[in-house]
C-alpha cells in the first residue's frame, strides 16, 4: 500500500468536545496525525477542521467514513494535494546580534520572501508563509548560518480548487431535493 499525504476536511459546528471525539478515530487505528488547524468556515456557525495525515487512500477512505459517523459532523472529505490550494505559516525568532553578523540580510529576506514582525535589540522575529519544505529549508539555512532562538510553525490551511466549499454543494443539494 503506498502511502501518502492527505488532507482531511471536516465540517461541524462548533461543539465542545468534537476535537477529542475525531482525535480518538486517528489514535484507534495507530495513525499520526501531521497538522491540525480549526478555524470558522466561509459558512457562518460551520467550523472547518483541516487535518494532514501520511496513510494509503484506503486507510484515508475509512477514518473519513468513521468520521462521518458521528453525529456533530455535517461532512467530512478528503483530498490530495493536486487538488488544494494550501499553506503554512512559520515564525522564527533569531539574535539580533547575530543577524546583524551576516553579509546578506537582504538577500535572505527577498530569497525567501520573509515579513519581519518585529525587531528589537535582543531578536528579530521573521515570518514565513509557504509549503512546508520551504519554511524548513528556511529554519535549516538560519540555523546553521545564525541558530534559531525558537521556531514555531502552524498546521496546514487549505482551500479546495473548485469554486465553493464541498460542504456548499452539498448543502444546496439537500435544500433542492426538501424544497427548503
Not at 50 to 62: F, G, P, Q
Not at 121 to 136: A, I, M, N, S
Amino acid at each position: 500500500m503506498e502511502t501518502k499525504l492527505y488532507t482531511i476536511t471536516v465540517f461541524s459546528e462548533n461543539t465542545v468536545g468534537l476535537l477529542g471525539q475525531i482525535t480518538i478515530i486517528f489514535t484507534r487505528r495507530a495513525l499520526n496525525i501531521e497538522t491540525l488547524s480549526v478555524s470558522p468556515s466561509a459558512i457562518k456557525g460551520i467550523h472547518k477542521f483541516t487535518i494532514t495525515l501520511y496513510a494509503s487512500e484506503e486507510i484515508v477512505r475509512k477514518v473519513v467514513q468513521q468520521i462521518d459517523k458521528r453525529v456533530d459532523i455535517i461532512k467530512a472529505y478528503y483530498n490530495n494535494d493536486d487538488e488544494l490550494v494550501y499553506q503554512e505559516i512559520a515564525l522564527y525568532k533569531i539574535a539580533t546580534e547575530k543577524l546583524l553578523a551576516l553579509n546578506s540580510i537582504e538577500s535572505l529576506i527577498r530569497n525567501h520572501h520573509i515579513h519581519i514582525l518585529e525587531m528589537n535589540d535582543t531578536f528579530v522575529l521573521f515570518e514565513k508563509t509557504g509549503h512546508y519544505d520551504e519554511t524548513q529549508q528556511l529554519f535549516n539555512e538560519l540555523s546553521e548560518s545564525v541558530g534559531v532562538l525558537q521556531f514555531i510553525r502552524s498546521g496546514r490551511v487549505a482551500i479546495t480548487r473548485s469554486k465553493v466549499e464541498r460542504l456548499t454543494d452539498m448543502l444546496e443539494s439537500i435544500q433542492q431535493k426538501y424544497g427548503y
